[in-house]
């Protein structure tokens, strides 16, 4: 064979080799894509609003893989879309968290709750009555908490279902608690923010409560749309069935921007895409159970009853 | 602390400052409140924190709308704020 014909061959395969290639990454391309557009939310988890355990819908953390104590900064986030009506007159639980097996509120207890009565979200962490911390925002005094008045714009009445105020897409709002490490409720450590806006100062100027909780880092279940201690597991509203989607724990205190990131304009996002991903904990996106979106995580495996995953 | 029932018109003329939690009936004809004060004309006194969140429990259809009760915790932590509580 002479030298010609050799390179004649060797471009022919170098040839075949770079379309193989190409075609090989276009492939590769394609599936990525398919991937990325897998992403969707379609669903959200709907709490009955009927109680106890045959009801609930919580994590029963077995593996420690979810603990925190009194000074872990984290940041805890959900979409929700209120079904209580305005003759609620009592509080609704949105997100409950006690050591597993709790058999009272005060088993290193960390709550995120709705006072319907008073108007008030309340964010409240603690290990006894007397060491516990709290701060709540009400929304219905354009002059005494304005900041947090134009958040969520529900103006004078109060927060229900027929009366949402500034929500995202579907009537569902992201609400967003940051706490940083310093054990206090004061508004430098704990944030609340009403989709991606701040609500500013929350009504105890040095943070609420009493004495100084101290926490464990035990195995916790959280509970959504219910307390998580003793046997009730009530507090999940009146009318319909709050809904709940794109729930996700922090390891870190999220920024302003970080936190209208994950707004998203209104619209739950892929948190993989998020630029704080790393330090995301927990993703439960609920598009056909509750399992954690993020590999070795702990699932909602506990959706009970007439709790269902159902359309947004 | 003191905890009792009494009408709307009988809360008007209570010390603010002394109660530590107030909640109003359904109806909004009457006030559970906690204070530290003695009052006389009430509706029901009742003798601590357990009796008279378990009232709450049995008469829920004239206190909350959700079937369940004031909870201890509640009656503790729900601090009541006569600049925006009205």
């Known amino acids: 064979m002479g030298i010609g014909k050799v390179s004649s061959l060797a471009v022919a395969s170098l040839a075949k080799v770079n379309s193989l290639v190409k075609l090989s990454v276009n492939k590769i391309n394609a599936v990525a894509a398919s991937f990325a557009a897998a992403f969707t939310d379609d669903n959200a988890v709907a709490k009955s609003i009927s109680t106890g355990t045959a009801e609930a819908v919580y994590i029963s953390d077995s593996d420690g893989s979810y603990t925190y104590d009194h000074n872990d900064a984290c940041t805890v986030s959900f979409w929700v879309k209120v079904g209580w009506s305005t003759a609620l007159n009592t509080s609704i639980h949105l997100f409950s968290s006690t050591d597993v097996g709790a058999a009272s509120a005060w088993n290193d207890l960390y709550r995120i709750y709705y006072t319907e009565q008073n108007n008030r979200l309340n964010v409240q962490w603690g290990h006894s009555g007397s060491g516990r911390k709290q701060q709540f925002w009400y929304f219905h005094d354009s002059s005494g908490m304005s900041t947090a008045y134009n958040a969520a714009g529900l103006g004078t009445s109060y927060w229900s279902a027929t009366n949402r105020g500034n929500t995202g897409d579907d009537d569902y709002t992201l609400i967003t608690i940051t706490r940083g490490t310093s054990n206090s409720a004061a508004p430098a450590n704990l944030k609340l923010y009403w989709n991606a806006t701040d609500c500013g100062t929350g009504y105890y100027a040095s943070g609420g409560g009493s004495g100084t909780p101290s926490m464990g880092n035990n195995d916790k279940q959280i509970f959504l749309g219910s307390t998580s201690w003793a046997a009730n597991y009530n507090k999940s509203g009146d009318s319909t069935a709050t809904k709940f989607n794109g729930v996700t724990i922090w390891d870190k205190v999220l920024s302003s921007a970080e936190v209208t990131e994950l707004y998203n304009s209104g619209e739950p996002m892929n948190v993989e895409d998020h630029s704080a991903y790393s330090d995301c904990a927990g993703w439960w996106n609920f598009e056909s159970d509750g399992s954690n979106e993020i590999d070795g995580g702990p699932d909602f495996d506990q959706i009970n009853g007439s709790s269902t995953v159902e359309a947004k | ?86």
């Open chain 2, 1 to 86: 602390m003191n905890y009792y029932i009494v009408t709307e018109e009988i809360f008007d003329t209570l010390t603010k400052e002394n109660i530590s939690f107030m909640h109003k009936s359904i109806d909004k004809t009457k006030r559970l409140i906690v204070t530290i004060d003695t009052v006389n004309d009430r509706v029901r006194k009742f003798n601590n924190i357990n009796t008279c969140s378990n009232y709450t429990f049995t008469n829920h259809s004239d206190w909350v709308g959700d079937g369940s009760g004031i909870e201890t915790w509640e009656l503790e932590d729900t601090e009541y704020i006569p600049e925006i509580d009205d």
